[in-house]
């Protein structure tokens, strides 16, 4: 397309505000659409007689918006219209980028290992054939009952094979979970801030997503309470530790009352347990105060390794029906071969070992992030991939990540993770984990450092 050449000339209040305006306008009339490159700042400052400060301004307030996304090196583009595309990338980041922004596992090499020794076991075998058929919606029970000694062993949980289906990763069993638990114009509840995923599902189950008041463990029981007596809830999503995206860690006490009150007004509690590895020292599931009340929902993908694409649904036996027939619908079953891989990983030991290994560079890579920002780290547990950096004022959580990314760092703020009316907080998630390496950690925390001690107002008299 040829130079974006905004007229602002009829458009009043200050320029950036015009400039930024006069964009929101092209692209809501489909004149600027998703990835269309914009001018440099310096040719646009020309064509509109006005400081290059002045569009950096205006670039910046547009990117607030949520309607670009800048790259180092390639320049300023339209960004896509779901809200979230605009901090989270896919692999593998932009030339020059530190990805804090996804909260993924750091890099494992005895996965790889594994994966290579299972790999030359299997291709010894002479019994493959039952791997290529179909098979049983719930998996073979062979890899059930190996993924509950898992459960058991890494999450405090004892579970029944026979109420776990096997699933393609976290994400499709809590999106099997929630297709149980609720229809169409249901209401479900969960945190004020919480995992962006939930916020997609709902959309496509068109199911209304409400978020409960939390505070330092988590969703309030009064809260919860309250929200039951004027919704009428079908189910309630959480993350009891290391909850995505504060990294709060409920107390048993707090479990057990958020149990009680959703046994007393028949709401299923969706419990996503998938950082509970993490945490050998938190209490126990819910699910094993309200095992008929939960569905439990757990993932080696944090745990072991992503694309493996094994996630484990564990249900009340009512809700199985229902369970299955969202899995037919879907993927039909969970490939058996890598449930095969991952129950070799298993029995063989290297699971243990390799959940170790992550626990370990979390801790290491937490308390890096504590000693170089310090108070700002917050006070959350030091245990898991992500931290929740509050932005000292007068910065707003848009602003430092637009500022952020300028400086070759991609987080995510406050406003992503909000179901309902934005919190009035102002905080960021960094993901410790994305980062390839412990240097680059330490390069991108020492960016966000440097920009939360740098007064608001003096980014925009840069010349870009």
């Known amino acids: 397309m040829t130079m ?55 670039y910046a307030e547009a990117q607030r918006q949520g309607l670009l996304v800048g790259e180092v090196g390639r320049g300023t583009f339209i960004a896509q219209r779901n809200s979230t595309d605009v901090y989270f990338q896919p692999v593998p980041p932009p030339a ?22 299972s790999l030359e076991e299997l291709s010894q075998r002479n019994d493959l054939s039952p791997f290529l058929p179909y098979q049983n919606y719930r998996g073979f029970e062979s ?40 229809e169409p114009g249901d209401v479900v509840l969960s945190a004020a801030l919480t995992w962006t995923g939930i916020r997609a599902i709902a959309e496509m189950m068109q199911v209304q997503l409400r ?20 919704f009428s809830p079908k189910a309630l999503y959480l993350v009891p530790t290391l909850q995505n995206p504060t990294g709060a860690i409920m107390s048993e006490n707090r479990r057990r009352a958020l149990a009680h009150i959703a046994e007393r007004h028949n709401v299923a509690i969706v419990e996503d347990d998938i950082y509970g590895f993490l945490a050998p020292n938190a209490p126990a599931p819910i699910a094993s105060i309200a095992p008929e009340q939960t569905l439990y929902v757990g ?4 745990s072991l390794a992503p694309a493996l694409r094994i996630g484990f649904l564990v249900a009340p036996e009512r809700f199985q029906q229902r369970i299955l ?7 039909w079953m969970t490939p058996p071969l890598m449930a095969e891989i991952a129950m070799h990983w298993i029995e063989a030991g290297r699971a243990d070992q390799i959940a170790e290994n992550r626990r370990r560079e979390a801790a290491r890579r937490q308390a ?37 990314r300028q400086r070759g760092v991609m987080i995510a703020p406050t406003e992503v993770f909000a179901v309902g009316r934005r919190p009035e907080m102002e905080a960021i998630r960094v993901c410790l984990g994305s980062p390839d390496s412990i240097d680059q950690v330490r390069q991108g925390l020492l960016v966000l450092r ?11 008299l840069a010349v870009v």
């Open 4 to 58: 974006w050449q905004p007229n602002i000339d009829t458009i009043s209040g200050p320029r950036y505000q015009a400039i930024a305006q006069a964009l929101a306008l092209d692209v809501q009339a489909g004149r600027l659409k998703p990835g269309d490159k914009l001018p440099t700042h310096r040719d646009l400052a020309y064509h509109l007689h006005v400081t290059v400060g002045t569009v950096t301004r205006a």
């Open 96 to 117: 020059g980028m530190i990805d804090m922004s996804l909260n993924y596992p750091p890099p494992e090499p005895l996965a790889e290992a594994a994966l290579r020794a």
């Open 143 to 182: 890899h059930r009952a190996s993924f509950a000694g898992w459960i058991a062993r890494q999450h405090r949980l004892l579970v029944d094979p026979q109420r776990m289906t096997i699933t393609g990763g976290g994400q499709h069993a809590i999106s099997a979970a929630m297709a149980a638990v609720a």
């Open 211 to 230: 978020g409960l008041a939390v505070d330092g463990e988590g969703v309030m029981p009064e809260a919860f309470e309250v929200a039951c007596r004027s």
């Open 299 to 302: 993932s080696l993908s944090k």
């Open 325 to 331: 027939a969202s899995i037919r619908a879907t993927t």
């Open 368 to 404: 890096l992030a504590r000693d170089i920002l310090g108070l700002l780290a917050g006070d959350a547990a030091r245990l898991g991939y992500h931290l929740w950096m509050h932005v000292p004022a007068p910065w707003r959580a848009v602003d430092f990540v637009a500022e952020a």
């Open 450 to 460: 440097d920009l939360a001690r740098q007064p608001t107002d003096t980014r925009y």
